[in-house]
């Protein structure tokens, strides 16, 4: 499925007709990977493959990209060259298809985390306030769960700690009790179902408003934040020695998560039974403050205003 257009809007204002999606910090990533010509490396969001491209540009004939992507469109974009391997799954099974194909360490693995501007800009996908569509919201169009299914069957409460953790909306706890009430009386089954069943508890500006809501359901349908914790997790193996990782973040959830894994390498509170302390990270920052875009970018490409990006390396 192809992009026909681009249309600018409150997700994806780039302004560019024509683009699936347009790479933010592409320069910026893709330099913190420290490319070796020869290397084998993951775009683990390859997307429009911005980023895929620019690494291949880096690579030699000896050197390999392997581009994972959950969604199917993402496929369309595929340059035609033997160093590329696809694999349409999402990154939370890096290990298992790198394995699949007998690679069993990279040079380095980058992500791109978020909705493409592809993904805003096809109304039927559900991803965008600027359309009336089934309330969808799949990354990957085989998994079942719909955005329609979580407000149809979540409970007050889990919606409330949805609304409230994942998207920081102010008044979650009325957000949630409204939606219960609503779905007793009719249908939330498109975007303009459900606007019109929360219309009345719109707080502040409502495209703000609105966009917090959408960004909690999608981050739940498509479990990215257990998506990217698994993720993170397999990093620290699959990294050769010496090995980075470069992972751009677009909201405060992500970044922390990234943060402090590869401050400390893992998820889980471990201590040292004789001494007390943390065990050493294996990774070594490279980006002691996360790297923002610049004034130029962001005129361009709004989307990048709220991007950030961490680099590490593996001791």
Do not use: W
């Not at 990154?91 to 298992?96: E, G, K, M, T």
């Amino acid at each position: 499925m192809m992009r026909e257009k681009n249309i600018p809007g409150p997700e994806n204002t780039s302004g560019q007709p024509g683009d699936y999606h347009v790479p933010v910090l592409l320069n910026e990533a893709v330099a913190g990977l420290d490319i070796k010509p020869g290397g084998i490396y993951v775009d683990c969001t390859f997307g429009g493959g911005g980023h895929s491209r620019l690494v291949l540009e880096k690579l030699n004939e000896d050197g390999k990209l392997v581009a994972f992507d959950q969604d199917a469109a993402a496929a369309a974009n595929l340059p035609q060259d033997e160093r590329v391997l696809f694999i349409p799954q999402n990154f939370r099974h890096l290990q298992r298809f790198l394995r699949l194909h007998k690679i069993t360490q990279v040079d380095g693995i980058l992500a791109d985390l978020g909705v493409s501007s592809h993904q805003f800009d096809e109304a039927e996908r559900g991803f965008s306030i600027r359309f009336d569509a089934s309330l969808d919201m799949r990354m990957d169009q085989r998994q079942d769960k719909t955005a329609a299914d979580l407000l149809r069957t979540l409970s007050e409460a889990q919606l409330h700690k949805m609304f409230e953790q994942y998207g920081e909306v102010t008044n979650s706890k009325t957000l949630a009790k409204t939606i219960v009430e609503q779905r007793a009386i009719r249908k939330i089954e498109t975007i303009n179902d459900f606007k019109q069943a929360i219309g009345g508890i719109v707080k502040g500006i409502p495209q703000k408003y609105l966009a917090q809501v959408f960004q909690a359901l999608r981050i739940e349908v498509n479990d990215e934040l257990g998506a990217l914790r698994e993720m993170l997790e397999q990093a620290p193996a699959l990294l050769k020695p010496g090995g980075r990782i470069s992972i751009i973040t677009f909201h405060s959830l992500e970044d922390r998560l990234v943060k402090n894994f590869l401050k400390s390498g893992t998820f889980t509170e471990v201590t040292d039974e004789v001494f007390g302390g943390r065990p050493e990270s294996p990774f070594k920052i490279i980006t002691k403050k996360p790297v923002v875009a610049s004034q130029a970018e962001t005129k361009i490409n709004s989307r990048s205003r709220s991007a950030k990006l961490r680099v590490a390396e593996k001791k």
